[in-house]
């Protein structure tokens, strides 16, 4: 099997928690180097990383700035570090089941498609990738135009043509010689994966889901005190700034290829349906 797939994870203060989902990256028969980039983090990740590294059979490259990064900034350095004519996007917090980039690069190759992702699951502390599997959603829609969302752990079967994917996705190099993470998304960065996918329909790339993998990322307690979980005021103010920016700067796209007349007036839309369509999935799932 050729080696010929660079792996990026951006990781801010999640150690062991990355030293847990590391082997299952390093596993894949694929991988070529391993880029662990940290966004700032303490001497800590960095001690952890170096004495797991002599477990890997690949070479994981650890590089850490000198103060808190932005995740786009970090997976942009990743990207431009390395040279395998493809690259995944991983996480600190996500696990990749053992024949993961097999079936997506496969997939891709024998469809001719630019990126393409599986299934992303939820997996809870001590669950396995099994027991995992076997909660997931047996159906549900994944698009949602209100509030243009995704959900890619809805069920479904065989192989999509897809107007955006989720986080983890496996993408040819070509792709990043055209767009690249933007770091004006702040804060949360949220919508930063959207933007992306939509530079690649605007450069005129197709992208794939399959339903035959999924990977897991962690739902754990151990995770309080970043991302969404902290200071949830604020966070809220970047989904509002950050939703706003991305239908601006892609306007182009929203207008020809998703039918929104007014980017803008979409964008208010599609924020204000975010929490009523959140609130009704909670009830949903507290009531299953």
Known sequence: MERNVDIIIPTYQRPQILAERLPSYWQQPEAKKIFVIDSGSDAATEDIIK??????????????????????ICKNYGIKQGDAPYVFIGEDDLELPPDHLSILLETLQRQEVDAIAGRRLYINDGQSQAEALSLAPRHGKIFS?????????????????????????LFRREVFQKVLFDPRYRGNAFREELDLYLGCIRTEKKMMATSRTACFHLRSPRKQGSGSQIRRWRYEWYVWINTLKCFWKNRDVFRTKFNFKYPLLAAVAVIATRYTNGLWRRIKRKSS
Do not use: C, D, T
């Open 51 to 72: 004495k797991i590294s002599s477990q890997s059979p690949v070479p994981i490259v650890y590089f850490r700035f000198p103060r808190h990064e932005l995740q786009q």
């Open 145 to 169: 135009r209100f509030p243009f969302e995704a959900y890619f752990e809805s069920f479904f079967e065989g192989e999509l043509i897809v107007p955006y994917l989720h986080s983890n996705a």
